[in-house]
Structures are given as structure tokens and as C-alpha cells.
């Protein structure tokens, strides 16, 4: 299916571990992002990436790894996930940074 | 510093009638602003983008306007309907890459 996909789709794991969330859009948009959205903090950026091998950091980056090794996919790593790092995160892909932002459904992760 | 607000209360309104949703910001110098529809449980939607020396922008039954002497971007939903029920947000660019997005506002369409 055309589009951006995002798995899991939920995860519960444990303090401490190693976490990674994948993100997959078939439309060859130059730029990916990754957000996370939690209440009363809204929509923050983590990550972003303009091209295969260009990442960023976004607003809140510590604690998450990126990479971008094919123009498809844009995988987010928790290193060592801590409790804060609990929310649901979206992927979002553009063709152009002054674009629209074209989201996936989102990954529920929680951090026991 | 930068802030974008959004009403952070609902707004109820009766189907038929026009929603009008406020976005203000400041300390920003966008060139352009966007509006994104969320639903529970999903993620946002791009709806619409206005430039800087764009001051209406119309879609359907969307219209946003953009006042960047006052700082403000409007958004309108005319004939709401149940379906248009949501949460509205507004997104401003800022240092080149980013795009930075309000709190939203929920919208509630009664019928």
C-alpha cells in the first residue's frame, strides 16, 4: 500500500532496554521527521532527515538515535528507554521542508 | 521566545453554522503557516498552507486567513457537519527545517 506506515504500532517495554521504531513511506519524499505527542506538550520533533545520510536534531533529541540509510525508511532508536520517554510517536514525511507533512498512524510506546 | 497559541478549550458549535478556529503566535516571522486536522487516536492531517502575501487561502469548505501584522491565522469551517468534529492545529516554520506545532483546539460539531 502507498503511503507511510510506522511498526509497531504498540510497545510496552522496560526501563533500561534498547528500543527501535520503524517508519516506511513509498512516496520517495525527500524529507522524514519524527515527532512525539504528549498531553500538554503537543506535537515536539525529535529528529528529522532532508535526504538518505542527513539527519538533525529537531527540539528533543536526547535519548534517540536516527539513521537513514535508504530514502524509504527512517528508523527512531531508543537507546536506553527511560519512563519519560512514554508517548506516541509519529513519523511524518514531506517532498519539501515548506510542504505539507504527510503523517503516519503513529506508534503507542510505553516504558515500564 | 516563540509561541504559538491555540485556544486550549473546546469549541461546541451546531452543524450548519461556521467554525472559526484562532491561531496566534509570536516572536515568529513565518513565511508560511499550516493547518492540520487530528483525530483521536490518529495522526494529524495536513489540511492547508498559506503563504506570507497570501491573506485568504480557500478549500472546499475550508478558509484560513493569515494577518502578519497581527499575527494571527484564522480558520474557518463553513456548513460544519458532525464529521468536521476533531482537533485543529497550526504549524509555523521556524530555523529553516523545523516546523513547530500549537496545542490545538478541539472542535465539537453537534448535530
Known amino acids: 500500500d502507498a503511503g507511510i506506515t510506522q511498526s509497531p504500532r504498540y510497545k510496552i517495554t522496560e526501563t533500561g532496554r534498547q528500543v527501535t521504531l520503524m517508519c516506511h513511506q513509498t512516496?520517495?519524499?525527500?524529507?522524514m521527521f519524527w515527532y512525539r505527542q504528549d498531553l500538554g506538550h503537543g506535537l515536539r520533533l525529535i529528529y528529522y532527515?532532508?535526504?538518505?545520510?542527513?539527519?538533525d536534531k529537531g527540539e528533543v533529541p536526547d535519548g534517540y538515535v536516527v539513521s537513514r540509510s535508504k530514502t524509504e525508511n527512517f528508523p527512531l532508536t531508543l537507546e536506553s528507554a527511560t519512563r519519560s520517554q512514554t508517548s506516541v510517536y509519529f513519523c511524518?514525511?514531506?517532498?519539501?521542508?515548506?510542504?505539507?507533512?504527510?503523517f503516519g498512524p503513529g506508534t503507542r510506546l510505553t516504558v515500564l | 521566545s516563540q509561541k504559538i497559541e491555540q485556544n486550549s478549550e473546546a469549541l461546541n458549535i451546531q452543524e450548519g453554522k461556521t467554525a472559526t478556529l484562532t491561531c496566534n503566535y509570536t516572536?515568529?516571522?513565518?513565511?508560511?503557516l499550516q493547518w492540520y486536522r487530528q483525530d483521536p487516536g490518529r495522526g494529524p492531517v495536513f489540511l492547508l498552507l498559506?503563504?506570507?502575501?497570501?491573506k485568504e487561502k480557500r478549500k472546499e469548505r475550508l478558509k484560513v486567513t493569515f494577518d502578519t501584522t497581527l499575527k494571527q491565522s484564522l480558520f474557518h469551517i463553513t456548513a460544519s457537519q458532525p464529521a468536521d468534529s476533531a482537533t485543529y492545529l497550526c504549524?509555523?516554520?521556524?530555523?529553516?527545517?523545523?516546523?513547530?506545532f500549537g496545542g490545538g483546539t478541539r472542535l465539537m460539531v453537534k448535530p
Open positions: 532527515s532532508a535526504a538518505a545520510d542527513i539527519t
Open positions: 504549524a509555523l516554520p521556524h530555523a529553516g527545517n523545523m516546523l513547530t
Open positions: 498559506i503563504r506570507e502575501n497570501e
Open positions: 511524518a514525511s514531506s517532498a519539501n521542508r515548506d510542504r505539507g507533512r504527510f
Open positions: 516572536n515568529y516571522s513565518p513565511a508560511y
Open positions: 512516496w520517495s519524499h525527500s524529507y
